[in-house]
């Protein structure tokens, strides 16, 4: 058979390790959908710890997301419209928190905010503590989050060029004019894009929130640290983290389906 546009010239055999990758991405996902009790899944949700967990995951995700959006959307703009040597370095130092271990990141910021260093001494002279606080949390999920969200709005605004806004500017727009009405406009689906990725990666953070927020309950301990204490033996039972992580699954997947939804391509 002659190959298509779309099958192009691939060799057939490849089709053995792209199934077998596959099936190691799938399968285990497979499993612990098999692995749920569906008569006690209302229940092993609703209970007071599950409960906690997921509110407070909740509610320190869609802070961190505000912080992302705050922060970010000036940074994007920032290495969107820098020169290239400015925006490389710039780039570089916000895609360093992706590779790097979320544990180590955790361990960076206690020594940050912690009472031994010097911010946090001055924070503590002050009367702040931020390290074990639901603050914590918040800064953890926001450190391992925003680099999603300024990566895809600065895609998103490299695409959309400059054309436009000297076009505006042009017309006697002033900058915030082009701004609100015409950069961040053409941007959109990669900002949407970026604050839905970015909301997903700091409602599923662990790592860096383990180290830095510790994980007491009702304070610090979100569904990922709820689902690691369970199958410790310890706070929610297995049922119930087998229950959040089919939740955290759910969510997974709903991001994917609303960033597809955003993409470009997908309004075609």
């Known amino acids: 058979m002659t190959p298509d546009g779309r099958t192009g010239f691939v060799p057939r055999i490849l089709a053995v390790p792209a199934i077998l990758g596959l099936a190691l991405l799938t399968l285990p996902l497979a499993a612990l ?69 979320p544990m180590v990141g955790g361990v960076a910021m206690l020594f940050l905010f912690g009472r031994t260093s010097w911010l946090g001494g001055v924070l503590a002279e002050w009367g702040v503590r931020i390290p074990f606080t639901t603050t914590a949390v918040v800064l953890a999920q926001t450190f ?60 599923g953070e662990f790592g860096a929130t383990a180290l830095f927020a510790g994980n007491a ?29 089919l939740l955290l699954l759910v969510t997974a997947i709903g991001v994917l389906l609303l960033v597809r939804a955003w993409r470009p391509e997908a309004q075609r």
């Open 33 to 101: 959908v098999l692995r749920v009790d569906w008569s006690t899944l209302w229940t092993d949700i609703t209970s007071p710890e599950a409960v906690s967990a997921l509110l407070l995951s909740l509610g320190t995700g869609l802070t961190a997301t505000a912080v992302c959006v705050v922060l970010g959307v000036p940074l994007a703009l920032r290495i969107a419209r820098s020169g290239p040597r400015t925006s490389a370095v710039l780039r570089a130092l916000v895609t360093v928190p992706l590779v790097l271990p």
């Open 144 to 203: 391992v989050a925003l680099p999603f969200l300024v990566l895809a709005l600065e895609g998103a605004l490299r695409t959309t060029g400059v054309g436009y806004e000297q076009a505006a500017a042009g017309l006697g727009a002033g900058r915030w004019t082009i701004l609100g009405r015409v950069t961040l406009p053409l941007a959109a689906p990669g900002l949407i894009a970026g604050i839905v990725l970015c909301f997903a990666r700091a409602i």
């Open 217 to 245: 309950p009702g304070v610090t301990q979100t569904m990922p640290l709820a689902i690691y204490t369970a199958f410790n033996g310890a706070g929610v039972s297995q049922g119930t983290a087998v229950a959040l992580s």
